[in-house]
């Protein structure tokens, strides 16, 4: 069984980069996937931010899409997130999950609270 | 555009539940649906808009194509009082607002 697990500073000032790493176990990130990072800011609702195949493509939410970079790691099988130039807004529980290629996700990592601020 | 409806729905162990999900274009059948409870991740329940994900009991039911989709819950128990969300491919993945199921 595929288990997904978040890793990272929980506190980000504004303005830095904010860096996520997803450890992936039971599986490969070599297999035909879709890697996916999910936000949800307090209290809110699912947002999607990105996801990257196993053969490098990528693929941004648009309004994220200068700020976001998704890369694979396959020597330590696990995925990663940057976010650069982050603000309050960006203070959310990052899910990383894997992407069917239906499109939906059926394996979830349990989250990362990551808040921006001084 | 994902939108569902109603954002909350009041309801007694064993009664049915029938959540909405509206996309504003045809998205033929990719439509998932999560339960997510507090402090948990999602958990997907339902894939292709009608077909059941491992281990997910049978009381959960998906339907509609197109345009229009619904999560039906036949009965209610301590366990599903939660979130749902919707979620659609399209060009990029967009999630509804969420349905949350609370003990009337």
């Known amino acids: 069984q595929v288990h997904l697990q978040e890793s990272g500073p929980r506190l980000v000032q504004p303005s830095e980069t904010l860096a996520l790493t997803c450890d992936v176990s039971?599986?490969?990130?070599?297999?035909?996937?879709?890697w996916s990072w999910v936000r949800q800011s307090p209290g809110k609702g699912l947002e999607w931010i990105g996801e990257?195949?196993?053969?490098?493509?990528?693929n941004y939410k648009l309004s994220l899409k200068s700020r976001v970079t998704i890369s694979i790691d396959k020597s330590k099988n696990q995925f990663s997130l940057r976010l650069t130039s982050v603000t309050a807004a960006d203070t959310a529980v990052y899910y990383c999950?894997?992407?069917?290629?239906?499109?939906?996700?059926?394996?979830w990592g349990q989250g990362a609270l990551v808040t921006v601020s001084s | 555009v994902l939108t569902q409806s109603p954002a909350t729905l009041s309801l007694s162990p064993g009664e049915r539940a029938t959540l909405s999900c509206r996309a504003s274009?045809?998205?033929?059948?990719?439509l998932a649906w999560y339960q997510q409870r507090p402090g948990q991740p999602p958990r997907l329940l339902i894939y292709?808009?009608?077909i059941r994900a491992t281990g997910v009991p049978a009381r959960f039911s998906g339907g509609g194509s197109g345009t229009d989709f619904t999560l039906t819950i036949s009965g209610l128990e301590p366990d599903d009082y939660a979130s749902y969300f919707c979620?659609?491919?399209?060009?990029?993945?967009?999630f509804g607002q969420g349905t949350r199921v609370e003990v009337k």
């Open positions: 292709d808009a009608s």
């Open positions: 979620q659609q491919r399209g060009n990029w993945r967009t």
């Open positions: 990257m195949y196993h053969l490098g493509n990528t």
């Open positions: 039971g599986g490969s990130v070599s297999s035909s996937y879709w």
């Open positions: 274009r045809n998205v033929t059948d990719y």
């Open positions: 999950a894997r992407g069917t290629l239906r499109a939906h996700f059926d394996v």
